[in-house]
């Protein structure tokens, strides 16, 4: 990366990790802008698992162990159920405080994965993923994974024009 100038925050890139531990030591090795990926709330990090710690995701979603993040990373990449929760009949439950916890950390967020197909929308968006990237926005989301770069873009420019 250092040969093609990416040596700073202000590069065109992002080191992103569902581990812990590899991103702790990056964050001594770069000062590229570097993202702690979050899968479910129950799971595990894989380093978590190897050495034997008990933390979960869920765990790492906690003010304190998001400022802990904040002390290695600019950034969470959380599975987009973690910020609105969806029961087991697929309705929308209210969203979690994840978004302004991770704000208050000084982490930016960017959850994942966005999709246009009907099986991965919940039927609260009416089969519109705009809905759901709006809602998301309005949740205060920094930036979003999106498998439809061109529907994030539609979404966007309904927000901010």
């Known amino acids: 990366m250092a040969d093609n100038g990416y040596t700073d925050a202000n590069a065109p890139v992002f080191i992103q990790s569902f581990e812990v531990q590899n991103?702790?030591?990056l964050s001594k090795l770069t000062k590229v802008r570097?993202?702690?990926l979050m899968e479910?709330?129950?799971l595990k990090p894989y380093d978590f698992v190897v050495a034997g710690d008990r933390r979960s995701y869920g765990d790492l979603m906690t003010p304190a162990e998001l400022a802990a993040i904040a002390t290695y990373a600019g950034g969470i990449g959380p599975f987009k159920r973690s910020i609105v929760p969806q029961g087991a009949n697929g309705a929308l439950l209210p969203p979690t405080s994840l978004v302004a916890?991770?704000?208050k950390a000084g982490l930016v967020v960017h959850p994942y994965t966005f999709r246009d197909e009907p099986e991965f929308l919940a039927p609260d968006y009416g089969l519109?993923?705009?809905k759901e990237y709006l809602q998301f926005f309005r949740l205060g989301v920094?930036?979003?994974f999106s498998d439809f770069g061109d529907t994030a873009v539609r979404a966007k420019r309904l927000m901010w024009p």
């Open 23 to 25: 991103l702790k030591d």
């Open 34 to 36: 570097l993202v702690q």
């Open 40 to 42: 479910d709330s129950k």
């Open 101 to 103: 916890d991770a704000h």
């Open 128 to 130: 519109d993923p705009v």
């Open 142 to 144: 920094d930036g979003v």
